[in-house]
């Protein structure tokens, strides 16, 4: 049962550390999602990536997140320096490339994030 | 007075019954859609897609309806049971990106 897997699941830190939070996307997708969901927003797009090559992340603060994909097998989200209004549920999703014309995402079971 | 957070959209309705839950969307480029449910505590789980060429689908127990000429979108869902409550988004994909834009969600509550 192929599933997209999220680490930690749950952090909590003090204003000004720095946070990763990593995701394994399911083998064979090739697009990744960050998404962020609060109370206040619902769940917001933060950034995406398509054979591990950025090609959005026009929903991100730019001067504290950052998004990579080291290899086909890891994302990361990192926050740095972190503030108390980051406190949210992360998700990662995953998905197959849409050429069959499917744009299913398929998410991980997140990672709640307090800070402090 | 100012309000604060999402006010979900909620329907409540008895175990055994069936639940229509709605959803608007505004894009007319729109061309495929989705139904997640998420539970408390869990991530946004696949329920059913539709691509924009088709007005309805089945699964188990769910149907999707699709209504194009008033941008309309209903989840159906057949003698509803109490893991059936969650709260339940719509998603669209506008034209060939890989985004999906999401509704605010609504909260369906199964009373036994």
């Known amino acids: 049962d192929a599933r997209v897997t999220q680490t930690p699941r749950d952090k909590v830190t003090e204003m000004g550390q720095e946070v990763t939070m990593r995701c394994q996307p399911i083998?064979?997708?090739?697009?990744v999602f960050w998404y962020r969901q609060t109370m206040m927003q619902g769940l917001e797009l933060l950034a995406y990536?398509?054979?591990?090559?950025?090609?959005?992340d026009s929903g991100m603060p730019k001067d504290r997140f950052s998004a990579e994909m080291p290899d086909a097998t890891l994302a990361t989200l990192k926050i740095q320096p972190s503030e108390p209004r980051d406190s949210a549920v992360y998700f990662c999703?995953?998905?197959?490339?849409?050429?069959?014309?499917?744009?299913?995402?398929?998410f991980g079971p997140g990672t709640r994030l307090t800070v402090l | 007075g100012e309000s604060v957070g999402l006010h979900l959209p909620t329907l409540s309705v008895q175990e055994g019954d069936n639940s229509i839950i709605n959803c608007a969307y505004s894009n007319s480029a729109s061309d495929y859609f989705i139904w997640y449910k998420q539970e408390s505590g869990k991530g946004p789980q696949f329920i059913i897609d539709i691509r924009s060429n088709m007005d309805k689908r089945q699964g188990q127990r769910v149907t999707v309806l699709l209504n194009k000429t008033v941008k309309h979108l209903s989840l159906q869902i057949a003698a509803t049971q109490p893991g059936d409550s969650a709260v339940y988004f719509c998603?669209?994909?506008?034209?060939?990106?890989?985004?999906?834009?999401f509704g605010q969600g609504t909260r369906l509550t199964i009373n036994p």
């Open positions: 999703a995953s998905g197959p490339s849409g050429g069959s014309g499917s744009y299913t995402q398929y």
């Open positions: 998603a669209e994909n506008r034209g060939g990106a890989q985004k999906l834009v």
């Open positions: 990536f398509r054979n591990r090559a950025p090609l959005d």
């Open positions: 083998l064979g997708h090739n697009t």
